[in-house]
């Protein structure tokens, strides 16, 4: 495997200026190069991660500093990879989505002690993936890439389509060809060159790693390949405003969706930097994962009590999850295991019946990945993993009008003529 991509104005080495990160750093062996568009160590091929200099922030200004920021992901911008004039370039803003307090999912699911929705819906392109592609964005243009790029299971593609058009970069995505027409359309869209792949996300993923190597991909950022350190820094922008929303506080429990794994090492990352940096009080929290039975190998690890996460072929309706080989499984399991979390799956049906209960209960209309991470809160409420007397934050990451297959079999209560008569044969009145 190819460990560094040509760019075409910044070679790795060549020194960029991200803010606050100061390197990257092996999550393996902890061996350090300067900031690149590289993902992967040379010495012992383990993923890199920013490292950062937080040095200088003394918490109280810290806190302040963010509170007078705008409100999208920039106002964590002293604690993110990118420059410091980010605020004022052209992208599309995400975040500071809403945490819904949810009441009456709460009484339905019999927790008294605090449930909350992060609804991250109200993203841009509408799903978590406006975070990422945001940080990946600022790498892309410090390195001098300017075709974006990226495998994605539907998300991410739209997200990079609408990011690029925003920043006046081509963009070509790849996604499996059999996504739900709502999730190509979202893609499309944004005027960028999207291609189906005959196969499956992993098949994609496998085909961007080979365009990477090849002369072909020359130029190209690849959000979540050779810009994935950078990329994975913005779920870190979940947990800041979690901790933010709950008034500078960690929740006690949270469950996240697992794809690649990504996003949930990440909001473990942001948990921990908070406490680091002395903007919340450092108290226990668990981290749950929630996968579909269709695509469960993290899921089957956690059961099992092994290390490794066994791959495989997926097979559910939760196609923004249906990563059968995740990158960050392991380290999914290792932040599980030692916050006292999980990782629990649901079937399909389960997943369209918590679509369901969440938009009859708190008004929030979530894609499959939703119907996984309240399904997956059900069942550990039931299994008694989860302690429903504890605050507790249930992710939905993207939004249910571009998986409206899932719930094909609502519809109409009635059809009747334009009359009141009509309307008390329906029973109605
Ligand atoms: C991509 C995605 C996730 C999580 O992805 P990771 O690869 O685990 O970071 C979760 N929900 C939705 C809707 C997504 O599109
Ligand atoms: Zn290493």
């Known amino acids: 495997m190819s460990v560094q991509t040509p760019a075409p104005s910044a070679a790795p080495g060549t020194s960029v200026d991200l803010g606050p990160a100061a390197a990257l750093s092996c999550r393996e062996c902890g061996h350090r190069v300067p900031l690149g568009p590289v993902f992967a160590c040379e010495e012992c091929f383990g993923p890199l991660e920013i490292a950062y200099d937080f040095s200088a922030h003394d918490a109280e200004e810290l806190r302040a500093r963010i509170e007078a920021g705008p409100a999208n992901i920039w106002r964590y911008a002293p604690l993110l990879p990118v420059p410091a004039d980010v605020a004022t370039k052209p992208n599309l803003n995400p975040g500071w989505t809403e945490l819904v307090r949810a009441d009456n999912l709460a009484r339905e699911l019999g927790f008294t002690g605090g449930l909350f929705v992060k609804d991250d819906s109200g993203n841009p392109t509408h799903s978590f993936k406006d975070r990422v592609v945001a940080q990946a964005l600022e790498a892309a243009r410090a390195f001098g890439f300017t075709t974006l790029s990226c495998s994605s299971t539907g998300n991410l593609a739209g997200a990079v389509g609408a990011a690029a058009a925003r920043a006046g970069l081509r963009s070509c995505v790849f996604i499996p060809h059999d996504l739900e027409q709502g999730k190509v359309v979202m893609a499309a869209v944004y005027g960028g060159e999207l291609i189906g792949i005959e196969g499956n996300y992993d098949d994609v993923n496998r085909f961007c790693s080979e365009l990477i190597g090849d002369p072909a991909g020359e130029g190209w950022g690849f959000v979540n390949v050779n810009l994935r350190p950078y990329y994975a820094e913005g779920s870190k922008t979940l947990a800041y405003e979690i901790c933010e929303q709950l008034g500078w506080r960690?929740?006690?429990?949270?469950?996240?969706?697992?794809?690649?794994?990504?996003?949930?090492?990440?909001?473990?990352?942001?948990?921990?930097e908070l406490i680091r940096l002395g903007l919340v009080e450092d108290r226990p929290y668990k981290i749950f994962g929630a996968q579909a039975e269709g695509c469960s190998p993290v899921s089957a690890a956690f059961k099992a009590g092994h290390d490794v996460v066994r791959p495989q072929k997926p097979d559910t309706i939760a196609k923004s999850l249906a990563i059968g080989n995740p990158a960050d499984g392991p380290y999914v399991l290792d932040i599980a295991r030692r916050t006292g979390g999980a990782v629990e799956d649901v079937t399909d049906e389960q997943i369209v019946d918590a679509i369901k209960l969440l938009a009859r209960t708190e008004g929030v209309f979530a894609e499959t990945a939703g119907g996984v991470t309240v399904g997956v809160t059900r069942k550990l409420v039931e299994s008694g993993a989860l302690d429903p007397s504890l605050t507790t934050v249930v992710l939905n990451t993207g939004d249910g009008l571009k998986t409206l297959d899932a719930v094909a079999g609502t519809g109409l209560t009635a059809t009747i003529r334009p009359n009141l008569d009509s309307f008390r044969e329906a029973g109605l009145a």
């Open 250 to 272: 960690l929740p006690d429990q949270i469950v996240v969706p697992i794809a690649s794994g990504s996003q949930l090492t990440k909001i473990d990352k942001g948990f921990r």
